[in-house]
Every structure is written in structure tokens, then in C-alpha cells.
């Protein structure tokens, strides 16, 4: 096994001005080491990486890491700045940096040492000997774990873990959860008890940084703090018996916790992993606090969630409050989707059975013949209707429960349901679930005697948050948000010439950005919203959402047809399946070429979305039908011109991606490497 760092590896005297510099001049270091293939393309990946959340930590260290087809075997650069560089640190610039580049299947025993490089990071010794260094072969060894941190005199941090040598390499499934030691008594004799998960996009060093950390600060605090990393060094999960004898959780993760259900029925203290690193002690706090008041926080009852940035990431407390509303939202909308799925793809096959006017067809309870396909529409229609008629609710309902679990699924519910009574409709469904969330938030704050925390989820907040919500609803805010909610029902109707052109141009965009992320969650429910009370300008607004959202995947895909050379031979796999998926309106089938390339896919495929989406509303193209892609064409009002658009702006994205990609400069490689990094390998090679 190769080593990870050597003396040529090291800068002691790094001279960049900026993070991205300083990333480019220990690259160059790789690649002259034969470690790295592309530079080009291994930058683009470290700067999305970055573009996700800023890698400076306090304590002056600047981590940028990332997984990349161009890394050829796991390295580790140094740089020592005199100036310090700006890595987004809340302290201030960095003076050690450290240029982590893992393979996209890099092997465990390489990330073992690695994960453990990343604690010995928080120990001030080993950061101080690195500042004294004076030799690259010492600092390499001193990395390694092969020299001991010399005596620096400095006394360690208040809560700092205890200097640790790097462990050895060793398999995933061996490594433990960590678990503060020795914990104080917690006033009754027996101690406090946390159980905390940390994970980060790449699974490389803030994941074990912010372990590491909590740990150290539960042991300052004399709390019991056992940690489950969810890293690529391995996921060991916790023991469910140390789960179940715990007073709180802590997350501090930026990816999707795993098997979340695993720890409900527990106070919850949910941030992002730097602030695990950054302040583990306040989160200690507040997580105590929490037990103290009997707060029982949001826990999906789902299993896994995704592994990588799939909006995933801190949905509570001390996290920015636009990331917290988003989340909230986007967990409405999550729950809505198969409604409208169901729903709509019902309503759109009574259309294609019976026509338009199925609408106004008798109820089939009490008329229906088994013989008529007019009957068989008509009960289509109906059962579709009725999960539509869900879709407010069950918006409102899960915005309030994410906001605040399961005790706020009731007046979420009822605030949407008084939202359609008094034709507040999609706009009402967005406050009543915000209002029903934070009225329980509320209540929950308000400290109860122990004989009550029982029956507070059941009965009290349920029974006091609905009142609450009921009369928000009906008396203060309803009417103003219906006005406001038939204001735009007028806008949308009354949308024509540039005005209508320059709204699908927006909706393109947001399809096109995060391709099944946030933004494109929002302009789908915009769309979807409308189709609960369909006029002309709701319809033009779903014909132009889906017919964006389908330019990303065929356009990735016809790119691989046309010039495979530029592509890897996954992407080309990829871009075969992409066929079908951007056929049938699954937007992240292009998410693939996106991760590798976000730099030329994405502003590519948003200008193809833009043209696609302004197209469509230029036509006055409608869609009844909230999904389906080209199968539901024969519900579109001007069909032809429809898939018009979506040709128009697929050729667009195509010629761009292309052209991007084609003229990317191919970075020269060792001769003795030219197998290894042949065009099919290298993303975005030169034909």
C-alpha cells in the first residue's frame, strides 16, 4: 500500500492567496506525484465539494477533500501559509492546509487512516508540531503517525481529545462507535447519556472531526457521548440497547442520517457537521436542555435516506433559518408528491378514456355501468379527484410534522383542511402547516411536570395547537391568503406575450439548477398547486415545469450519443438510461453527469430548460397531467408544438454541454500513464 503523503508532497512555505490557488498549487504537487490524472477535472470536483459547504475549521485549518475518477491511489498534500488563506472559517483564515483526494472507490484501509488523521487534527500538540516543522520529510512522517508530536509546551484546549496516533488500516466493519470515557454522575446518581451521528458529503474528515470532537466534549463535561460515524472508514451501528438508554441525540451530519427511525422517542438535537466540530459543547447543553423540558423532535418513520446531497442535511435547530424552512417545505412536499402522482396520472387517463367533460359526469355510487368505458372514465376521474382533494392537507400535515413530529400532524391537517374550506388552496396549505408547527414548537418549550409529558404528544398539544391553528386560520390570516391566492389564479389566467415568456424562462431554470433538488421541488409544486383548481394559466404553467424538467436527461443523453468520446464509459451507460428516464420526466436522470461536471452540465442544461419552458408558454401549451413525460402527449393542448419545445431546448443544452466539454483543456499526463488515462476515463477528454 502506497503511502499517502510524502516529503514531496509537502509545502512548507505555501504561497497562494486563495483557497483555490492554494488547491491548484498541492494538486500540481499530486500530479507530479502521479497521484492525480486530471488535474482540471480533480479541481472542479474539489470546488463542488467546496461549493457544498466551506471546508475551514477553526483553529486555522483549511480541509478541502473530495472523491474523484481522477485520483489514481488515496493522497494527502500539506501547505503551511505564512498569510493564512480564506476557507470560510468562522475564526478566520487558515494556515495549515490539508488537499485530501480520495478515488471514487477508494479502499477502506487507506480511509481508516485517513478518518484517523482527521481526529489527530483536533488534538492542539499535533497541530502546533505541524506549525514548528521545518523539514517536508518530518512533517510527511509526523502525518503518517511514524514521528511523535513534539513537546510543544503549549497546554492543550479545554476539551480537547488527548493526542492519539493515526490507527492502523483496518477493515470498516471493526471500527466501534466512539464513546466518551469515564462520564460524572448526573445529580441522581446515574450519568447523562447521548448518542450522536455525524456524517459529511464525502465521508473523508469532518464526519471523524466533529466524532472526535463531541466525544472530547463529553468528556469535559462528564456526559456519556457514544458516536456512530457514518463515513467511508466503515458505518458501525450503534448498539439499539445504548440507543434506548439514552436521554438525547445529536446529529451533525450534512448528508442524510441513516435508519433515522432508530432513534425516535428521543430529544433531538439536529445541526450540521461543523458545528459538531466548532461548538460540541453547546450542543451538549442544549441537548440536556431539551431532556429537561421533554421535547420529543422530528424523526422520519422512514429507513435510509439518500447518501448524498439530496436536501438532505440539518433540518432543525442550528442550522441557518432559510435551510430550516426548506426543509420543513420540502417535507410537505415530499409526502404530497404521491398523491399527486396518483392522483393526477388517475384524472389523466379518465381524460384519455372519456374526454374532457368526464368532469361533470354523475357520481359513480349511485351511477355506474360496468359495460361503458364512459363509466369506467368517470370512476377514474372520481377516485383521482378524491386524492387531490388530499393534497392541501397532506402539504400542510407534514410541513407541520417536520417541523415538529408526530404532535403536529393534527392541527397541520386541520389548518389544511380550513384552508380549501375557506379557498385559501395551495398558498394556505404553506402557512397553515408553518403555523401548525410552530404553535407546537410552542407548547413544547412550555416546561410540564413529569406525570404530563405523557399525555402532552396524545391530547394537550394536539387539542390546544388545533384551536390555535383553527382560529389563525379562519379568523386572521385565511381571507387574506385566499385574496392573495385569487390574485394569482388571475395573474396566471390573465399571463400572455412576454410576460408568459419570461415566467418559463424562470420555471426552466429552476427545473434545470438542482434537477430534483430544492429549486426544482419548488416550481413543481408551484405547478401542482394550480392543477387543484385548473384554469388556462395553470395549465400553461405544468406544461412548462414538465417539459423543462425532461430537457436535462435527454439532452445528457443525446451528448453521449453524439460524441461519446467525451464522456466515460459509465456516463455513456448512464446516458443510454437517461433516454428513458427524461422520456418519462425523471429530471435526475441527469444528476450523474451533473456530480462529475457541474460546472459545464449544469449552466447547459439550465439554458436548454430556459428555452424549452419560454417555448411552451409561447405556444400556449397545457397539461392537465402532473407527470407522465411523452406518454400523457395526447392531453397536451398543442401537442406538436409541445414537443417542439422540449426538441428546442434539448438541442440546446446538447450543443452546449458539447461545446464546453470539447474545449476543455486536456491536461498532459506521464507517458508512462497514457493507458490509464485514456479519453474513456477522463470525463470531458478531448476527441
Not at 485549518?61 to 489514481?72: K, L, Q
Not at 458529503?201 to 463529553?218: D, F, Q, R
Amino acid at each position: 500500500m502506497s503511502e499517502l503523503i510524502t516529503a514531496e508532497l509537502v509545502d512548507l512555505d505555501l504561497s497562494a492567496a486563495t483557497k483555490d490557488a492554494a488547491a491548484r498549487s498541492l494538486a500540481e504537487r499530486m500530479v507530479a506525484a502521479h497521484r492525480v490524472t486530471d488535474l482540471d477535472g480533480f479541481l472542479a470536483d474539489v470546488a463542488a465539494r467546496e461549493a457544498q459547504m466551506p471546508t475551514g475549521l477553526d483553529g486555522g485549518i483549511g480541509i478541502p477533500h473530495c472523491r474523484s475518477e481522477h485520483v489514481s491511489a488515496p493522497t494527502l498534500a500539506f501547505g503551511r501559509s505564512a498569510r493564512g488563506i480564506d476557507f470560510g472559517a468562522a475564526d478566520g483564515p487558515a494556515d495549515l492546509i490539508f488537499l485530501i483526494a480520495a478515488p471514487a472507490g477508494a479502499d477502506d484501509d487507506h480511509l481508516t487512516i485517513l478518518s484517523g488523521l482527521a481526529r489527530r487534527l483536533m488534538d492542539p500538540e499535533f497541530t502546533a508540531a505541524l506549525r514548528a516543522g521545518d523539514d517536508p520529510g518530518t512533517v510527511a512522517a509526523l502525518i503518517r503517525g511514524e514521528e511523535p508530536a513534539p513537546e510543544t509546551g503549549a497546554a492543550p484546549e479545554a476539551g480537547a481529545p488527548e493526542p492519539a496516533d493515526v490507527p492502523e488500516a483496518k477493515a470498516p466493519e471493526a471500527e466501534a462507535p466512539e464513546r466518551a470515557a469515564s462520564p460524572a454522575d448526573d445529580g441522581d446518581g446515574a450519568p447523562f447519556r447521548i448518542v450522536a451521528v455525524t456524517s459529511c458529503p464525502t465521508g473523508i474528515a469532518h464526519t471523524y472531526m466533529a466524532a472526535e470532537s463531541l466525544t472530547a466534549a463529553g468528556r469535559a463535561e462528564g456526559v456519556e457521548v457514544t458516536v456512530e460515524t457514518q463515513g467511508s472508514a466503515g458505518f458501525s451501528k450503534l448498539d439499539p440497547a445504548v440507543i434506548a438508554a439514552a436521554d438525547a441525540v445529536i446529529w451533525a451530519h450534512d448528508v442524510e442520517v441513516r435508519e433515522k427511525a432508530r432513534f425516535r422517542g428521543k430529544p433531538l438535537v439536529d445541526v450540521g457537521v461543523k458545528a459538531g466540530i466548532n461548538r460540541p459543547a453547546e450542543l451538549i447543553a442544549e441537548a440536556r436542555r431539551k431532556a429537561e423540558r421533554g421535547e420529543i423532535a422530528a424523526v422520519p418513520e422512514g429507513g435510509d435516506g439518500p447518501e448524498a446531497g439530496d436536501g438532505g442535511g440539518p433540518g432543525a435547530e442550528g442550522a441557518h433559518f432559510g435551510v430550516r424552512l426548506r426543509t420543513y417545505l420540502m417535507s410537505g412536499v415530499s409526502y404530497m408528491v404521491p398523491f399527486v402522482a396518483a392522483g393526477g396520472l388517475l384524472i389523466a387517463l379518465s381524460f384519455a378514456i372519456g374526454g374532457y367533460e368526464i368532469v361533470d359526469a354523475k357520481s359513480v355510487a349511485d351511477h355506474f355501468v360496468w359495460g361503458q368505458a364512459d363509466s369506467w372514465a368517470a370512476l377514474l376521474n372520481q377516485i383521482g379527484s378524491a386524492a387531490f382533494g388530499f393534497l392541501v392537507p397532506v402539504l400542510a400535515g407534514y410541513i407541520a410534522y417536520g417541523m415538529a413530529d408526530r404532535p403536529a400532524l393534527v392541527p397541520g391537517f386541520v389548518g389544511g383542511a380550513i384552508a380549501l374550506t375557506v379557498e385559501a388552496g395551495f398558498l394556505g396549505g404553506l402557512v397553515a402547516g408553518l403555523l401548525a408547527g410552530a404553535v407546537v414548537m410552542a407548547i413544547q418549550r412550555v416546561p410540564v411536570h413529569p406525570t404530563l409529558r405523557g399525555i402532552m404528544p396524545v391530547l394537550v398539544i394536539p387539542l390546544i395547537a388545533s384551536a390555535v391553528v383553527g382560529f389563525l386560520m379562519f379568523i386572521v390570516v385565511g381571507k387574506p391568503i385566499a385574496a392573495l391566492q385569487g390574485a394569482l389564479t388571475d395573474w396566471l389566467n390573465g399571463l400572455s406575450g412576454s410576460n408568459a415568456v419570461i415566467l418559463g424562462v424562470v420555471l426552466g431554470l429552476m427545473m434545470c439548477f438542482d434537477m430534483g433538488g430544492p429549486l426544482n421541488k419548488v416550481a413543481y409544486a408551484f405547478a401542482v398547486g394550480g392543477l387543484a383548481d385548473p384554469t388556462d394559466g395553470s395549465l400553461k404553467v405544468m406544461a412548462a415545469v414538465m417539459a423543462a424538467g425532461m430537457v436535462p436527461p435527454l439532452a445528457l443523453a443525446l451528448a453521449t450519443t453524439v460524441r461519446k468520446k467525451l464522456f466515460t464509459k459509465t456516463e455513456r451507460e448512464n446516458g443510454r438510461a437517461a433516454w428513458v428516464l427524461g422520456a418519462s420526466f425523471i429530471t435526475e436522470g441527469a444528476i450523474p453527469f451533473a456530480a462529475a461536471d457541474p460546472l459545464r452540465v449544469i449552466p447547459s442544461v439550465m439554458a436548454g430548460g430556459a428555452v424549452t419552458g419560454a417555448l411552451s408558454m409561447a405556444f400556449g401549451c397545457t397539461l392537465r397531467a402532473p407527470h407522465g413525460g411523452i406518454f400523457v402527449v395526447p392531453l397536451i393542448g398543442e401537442p406538436f408544438l409541445y414537443l417542439l419545445a422540449i426538441a428546442a431546448g434539448t438541442l440546446v443544452a446538447t450543443a452546449l454541454v458539447v461545446l464546453l466539454k470539447g474545449a476543455r483543456r486536456t491536461t498532459a499526463v506521464p507517458a508512462g500513464e497514457a493507458a490509464a488515462t485514456a479519453p474513456e476515463t477522463r470525463v470531458g477528454a478531448t476527441a
